[in-house]
């Protein structure tokens, strides 16, 4: 049954998948190809579809999937199916950690602070990377990521005011005849 | 920690879920911005929820909301948490499902996805740097930020591994700085 079929694929995807949204998609990918839900040409594309919906990319690509292959039901299923171990390991995790016998792990964490800016700067320079024009040096790139921190940070503008605003801006350009 | 109601919470997430571009580290800039404007908790304890949705299996982007909402009212605030950031981008793809093909195909949404790409980019990079930055800074840390961001960008370090190596050189560091003083 392909309900029951979907419900364990991504229960598997949600239990081994780690961290930000890219570390899911070649868990997603073995899996959807693998077992028939999507064709290989079918996945070229699942990332950009993934990035152009608001959302977690890993709750992206697993509601297309099963969506793709069992309709509306199927994309329920797939994205709490996916969600699923996070939720029970979450409360499990927090009802843990306060805990008397976890106190060194909450002093400890003042030491965990640069690590955890480390893992956020990673994810942005990946991200900024992806785009990086290698063959020629274009300006307009660095100075949207420039523009973007200073709204973000000195001016307090909304964070998703300031990426709607940038996807607009890349609208108007593209009118005019501007290229990234 | 001042009441929140669920209802209230269930619209912030659903907010978010509906707004986020970019995938799910760039909901941390906006939860963060979130927390601070509600004064809903200290930036040590934020800092303690967003490592735990490193540690535990399952996309960051879902995993916060629901630890959010755990912090905030419980149980029932870790499944509100969870179904009001699914709900957007579900129904999103949802009515998107048989167009996104062709609209893939189009050149100013891939001028758009750029842009918006890039703008990710630099507010997760200032998200980042405040929760750095909020303090004082010191040497070590700096020593400690310098090497993670080496080994998670050219070695693909596993977010875990990432947790467990900077707890543990954190925690060797205050030890050192603690018998010094």
Not at chain 2, 60 to 71: A, E, F, M, S
């Amino acid at each position: 049954m392909i309900y029951l079929r979907l419900f364990f694929s991504f229960l598997k995807i949600g239990f081994l998948g780690f961290g930000g949204g890219y570390a899911f998609l070649p868990l997603i990918q073995e899996e959807a190809v693998q077992q028939g839900y999507l064709s290989s040409s079918e996945f070229a594309n699942l990332l950009a579809l993934a990035e152009m919906t608001p959302g977690p990319l890993a709750l992206n690509t697993a509601s297309y999937v099963g969506m793709k292959s069992a309709g509306i039901l199927g994309g329920i299923l797939a994205s709490v199916s996916v969600s699923l171990p996070g939720l029970v390991a979450c409360i499990l995790m927090f009802w843990l950690m306060n805990l008397p016998a976890f106190d060194w792990w909450k002093k400890g964490l003042v030491g965990l602070r640069p690590t955890l800016a480390a893992l956020i700067v990673t994810a942005a320079v990946k991200i900024f990377l992806n785009d990086w024009p290698l063959d020629d040096f274009n300006v307009l790139p660095i100075a949207l990521l420039l523009a973007s921190i200073l709204t973000y940070h000195w001016l307090r503008v909304h964070p998703a005011l300031v990426v709607l605003g940038a996807g607009f801006l890349g609208a108007c350009l593209y009118v005019i005849g501007v290229q990234f | 920690m001042p009441k929140v109601g669920l209802v209230r919470l269930f619209l912030d997430f659903f907010f978010i879920g509906l707004t986020t571009l970019g995938g799910g580290y760039a909901i941390v800039p906006q939860v963060l911005r979130l927390v601070e404007k509600n004064r809903w908790m200290t930036h040590e304890e934020f800092q303690q929820l967003f490592s735990m949705s490193q540690l535990a299996p399952g996309p960051v982007g879902i995993n916060l909301p629901i630890l959010v909402g755990r912090k905030l009212r419980g149980i029932a605030g870790a499944i509100v948490g969870f179904l009001a950031i699914t709900f957007a981008p579900l129904a999103v793809i949802f009515v998107l499902v048989s167009w996104l093909d062709t609209l893939m195909e189009w050149e100013v949404v891939r001028q758009i996805m750029v842009a918006v790409r890039i703008a990710v980019a630099g507010v997760i990079l200032s998200a980042g740097m405040e929760m750095f930055a909020k303090n004082q800074v010191r040497v070590w840390e700096i020593v400690v930020f310098s090497v993670m961001l080496g080994l998670l960008i050219f070695t693909g370090l596993n977010a875990v591994f990432t947790i467990i190596l900077g707890f543990s050189l954190g925690l060797f560091f205050l030890a050192v700085l603690a018998k010094r003083e």
